[in-house]
Structure formats: C-alpha cells, structure tokens
C-alpha cells in the first residue's frame, strides 16, 4: 500500500480498491457513478487542468452543481496540488468579487450550462475558463506529474466565510488536515463502503467537506441534492429514503423545517443510522421531538467546529439525559484525540470558562492572501512560549464541566450563526455604510428564542429614504442569508457613554418595535 501523503494518493487509492462500487447517487434520475467511472473523470479532467497551465499552488474559483464532473474536478485540483474554492452563484456579484480579489484565480471551472456572472468575469479580467459540460471523456492525454510531488502541508481548499470588515474571509485547509480529518470521521461515525452519506449541504459551506470527504475518501457513497430538492421538503426526504442514506448531516434549521412542515415523520428515513447536525445550537424542544422519533433505530450527533479546523472537531451522542434540563444547548462534548485545547479566560472568568483556543494537526494554514487577520486568529497558545505552539482563536466562548465535557456559552465578538452560516454582523453594516444615503447604521441580531433569531439593521440617512430601498440595495452586496428582515431608520442611533453606537439600547427597542 502505498504511504498516504496527500488526497491525491488517498483518492488513487480508494478508486482503485472500490473501482465497482458506487461513488455518486442521484437518486432523482437513478444516476449512479462508480469509484472506476469518477476516477477516469478525474484524470481527464486533471490533463485540462494541466493543459491550461495551472500548477501546483495556483487557486482555481469553481462554480459547482454538484454533477460527477463537478465533484471530479476538485479532486482533480487535489491531485494536481491546486487549490479549489466553491464560489457561490447566488452571492451578490460584489461579494464575488471581493473573494476573487483576495484569492486571485488562475482559472474559472463552471459546471453549469450557463456561467454565473459571465459578462462581469470577462470585465474583471477572468477572460479564460474549463466548461466542464463542454469536455470530452479521453483516457490519453499529457502525463501529468507523480503524486508523491504534493506535500501533506499543501493547501487543498479556501473556504471563504463572513468577515467583520466587509472582505470575506478565506480559511485555507491542507491536505494534512484533511486526511487527519477523513481518519477521525472514519472511526467516529464507523464510516464503511457500505454507507451513503447525504449531500443536502451547499458545497460552498463548510459543512458539504463532511459530506464530500468522510464519504469519497472512505470508498462509501455519496447522494447529492441540489437546492431545490433541498427547499422541497417531501421530495427531500422522499430522495434521501430512495437514495437509502444511511448518515445524514445538515444544520438544525433544516432539521427543525423538516419537523415543523411535518415532512418527516418515523415512516422516513428508514436506512438512516446517524443522524448529524451542526453549525448552529439546536432548540432544545425540537430536538426533542427528533430524538423521539428516532431513537430507537438511529443515533442524533451534535457537532462542533470552526471552518478553520476542519468543520468538525467534535461530537456528542445525544441520550434521554440531555433532556434532563431544557433550557440549554446540547453538549459539544469531548474534542476530536486529534485537537488540544486551551480555555482562555475572559473578563477575570475562572479556568473552566472562557474562549475555546484550538490546537492541533486540524487547525488550518490561515486565511489565504489575509496576513492581518491571520495574526489575530491564528497565535501561539497565550499559556506558553517554551516552543512554537500555534492554535486558533475560535471566539466562541465555552465552559468546561466535570466530565471534561464543553458547553457553548455565546461568541466573545459581534459573529453569529444564522440559518447555519457564520455571520460577521460588521459585513452587513460595511455593506450598509458603502451606501452614499447612509450616515450610520448598526446591526444586531435579536433571539427569538427556541434557538432561533433574526437579523435587524438601524440607519440613519442624509437623505429621505425607505426602508424597502435600503433593504434591495443591502441584496445586491451581500448573500440572501445575510439581508437583515428589515432596516429600522431613526434620526440618530443611541450612543453609550464612550460616543459608540448603543447596541444594548437597540436590543431594547428592536424588542419593543419587533415583537410581533
């Protein structure tokens, strides 16, 4: 067997021992793609790579459908040492943009028929691109380059994520990651050939890389659905039962939908085994209504993890005595025997209380092109300086019981998570401030309670304007999830005793102006 250094040589591997087995199921037209089928997909893809000139290192910028050939060419960019970022064709053309500015693509991979934003591209100066419905399948070709060339400290992918600024952030993952990564999920969820894994994340959010690696580089198979199948409810669970999934794994928010639209009921589901959810707290109520239904034939996972680390870095088994108190989250549990951790205290906070400070072989390289911010997430562990120690600054802030389990308390910052996403309130408002009318404007998020929340906007303007035109003008810069569900205009925003904008205040009237 040969020594495993990269996910070039792990894919290689894989296809060969698996080359009958099904890689991809489409469970909607009955496609089915072999590991064999893919491979072949991967080189041929790989050699248009390579013809085009892109070489180890460079960035590729893809706009991803999940078809076979979709999936094939990130593989194909992992062969080649290439590193691949998923752009997201719902995204306002500005914030794509900003993503392209900072990772500065070689080349452009469309899956699609028609390319998002084809006309702004070639004005950008993004004049070359791989069609990939345009290719031919050939098995001759330019030899491409050994394997073992790529080392395990190689990029592999940029996941771009919220940032506080207004410029998104692009958390850069290496191969050594994900292979510690891949052999974690493998043992923790007892990954085999035999397992399908849902697909229903976008493959431009962190949580499509467990779906995609724990699946693919464990020989098991993989069940795409795009986003509309994905926003039908029944036909969702009408595929994912045709498809015979035995892992599921989304967000609570499609969960709690798929509850409260009653399409999921303990007549689905019926080869699930494992039933995975992550990236925002769970309602406890709802959970509980999941967990009942379920219990008796699958196991419920929460989930823990930033997208520089991997996505995941923990997992708790939920059981009945989770429901022993219903007013807080489910565990996180116990971290991943791959990561360290360092609890910081916050505000003169005991040991047991604080900020979650991630150290190990999972924590990413950075954020690609973004030297400034890496230096403030990305530190040597605060509690030593004997050697070189370098962990991520989660900002999430947890406490620690007897059991050495974590618990999520809040974010020690203005991030939030909405909907699944990682959301930097301050992106909204630099968009919001980019806006010539605007003269100052916050943005908080308001719970609801039960888990759930929204986002609301204050605004000031020089000029008379309504709400409605802050709101259409906020949707042309920042993604659907991110648009506040309304903009409340006030002739001057409260201010605390140090002149900054009151933000305690604007909870108490957004109570007041938004309660129904």
Known sequence: MAFISNLGIA?????????????????????????????????????????????????????????PAAFAAMLACLRLGIIYTNLDPGSPWERLRKILSTCQPSLIINAFHEMPYATALEATGFRDALHLRDMQVSTEGDILPNRSTISGGSPAYIMFTSGSTGMPKGAVMSHANLLWFIAWARNRFAITP????????????????????????????????????????????????????TLWFSVPSLLVYLLTTRALSESNFQAIRKIIFGGEGFPKTKLRQLYNLFKARAELENVYGPTECTCICSAHTISDADFNDMRSLAPLGLLAQNFDYKILPVDGMDSDCGELFLCGPQVGLGYYNDPDRTAKAFIQNPQHSFYTEIGYRSGDLVSRDARDWLHFKGRADFQIKHMGYRIELEEIEAALNNLPVVKECAVIYQKLGEGLGQILAFASTSLPVSSEELLHAIKVMVPPYMVPKCVTILEMLPKNANGKIDRIALQGSSTALHAS
């Open 11 to 67: 894919f290689h591997e894989i296809a060969h021992q698996h080359a009958d087995k099904i890689a991809l199921i489409y469970p909607a037209t009955g496609e089915r793609i072999t590991y064999g089928e893919l491979n072949l997909l991967v080189d041929n893809i790989a050699r248009a790579l390579w013809v085009k000139g892109l070489r180890h290192g460079q960035v590729a910028a893809m706009f991803h459908d999940k078809s």
């Open 194 to 245: 035999d397992d399908i894994l849902s697909n229903v994340n976008p493959i431009y959010f962190d949580n499509s890389v467990f779906d995609f690696y724990s699946a693919i580089f464990s020989g098991a198979a993989l069940a795409p659905l795009t986003t509309d199948q994905v926003r039908d409810t029944r036909l969702l669970v009408r595929l994912i039962d045709a498809a015979g999934c």
